[in-house]
Every structure is written in structure tokens, then in C-alpha cells.
Nanobody, 114 residues
Framework: QVQLVESGGGSVQPGGSLRLSCAASGIIFSAYHMAWYRQAPGKQRELVAGISRSGSTNYADSVKGRFTISRDNVKNTGYLEANSLTPEDTAVYYC????????WGQGTQVTVSS
């Protein structure tokens, strides 16, 4: 059974930082690309950042220079380091792994507010 479990979300003030984690089980994590998405209330889910099996990364323009995606294939875990957070970053953040199939985590809430 494939499971993706996100953690690390929470409430922070503007300018703060969070490190989100996505722990995978039931798959060979290194065989999958991974991505982080987010969905704010009333908005569509959007791609935040992606990292390929080989480690190539890409970012949404809105987070470039502030967020960093990474992965540890030994720990079967992906990460999203989010810095200089603004209220516009408030959303539920989801991780996704994909190659032949796609799997999603349950999401973790990030709230940025003063």
C-alpha cells in the first residue's frame, strides 16, 4: 500500500519559514519524480515545485528564490523549505510522486498571518 505523509505545516508570521516533509512508503521512492502543490481556499491546486528522479528542479515563479525542494532517497522523503513566507503562501500543501502512476499525500496546512 502506497502512503505519502506530509508534515511540517503550521502557522507562522510573515517573513517566517517552514520545512515541509513528505514521507513515502510502499514505493521505490527513487524511481519517482516528486512535486509539491498547494491549494488556497477558493483557488485551484497549483504546482509549487518539482524535483525529478535525477534531482533536476523547477519552481513556480511566485516561489522562486524563496522555496527549495529536495529529496533524500535513502530516507524515502521529500522536502520543501519555505522561506520569507507571505500571507499569499497560505494554503494546503500536497506532495505528489509520479512516474508510471501518481500518488498524492493528504496535505498539510500552512497559514501565514500576523
Amino acid at each position: 500500500q502506497v502512503q505519502l505523509v506530509e508534515s511540517g505545516g503550521g502557522s507562522v508570521q510573515p517573513g517566517g519559514s517552514l520545512r515541509l516533509s513528505c514521507a513515502a512508503s510502499g514505493i521505490i521512492f527513487s524511481a519517482y519524480h516528486m512535486a509539491w502543490y498547494r491549494q488556497a481556499p477558493g483557488k485551484q491546486r497549483e504546482l509549487v515545485a518539482g524535483i525529478s528522479r535525477s534531482g533536476s528542479t523547477n519552481y513556480a515563479d511566485s516561489v522562486k528564490g524563496r522555496f527549495t525542494i529536495s529529496r533524500d532517497n535513502v530516507k524515502n522523503t521529500g522536502y520543501l523549505e519555505a522561506n520569507s513566507l507571505t500571507p499569499e503562501d497560505t494554503a494546503v500543501y500536497y506532495c505528489k510522486v509520479y512516474y508510471w502512476n501518481a500518488y498524492w499525500g493528504q496535505g498539510t496546512q500552512v497559514t501565514v498571518s500576523s
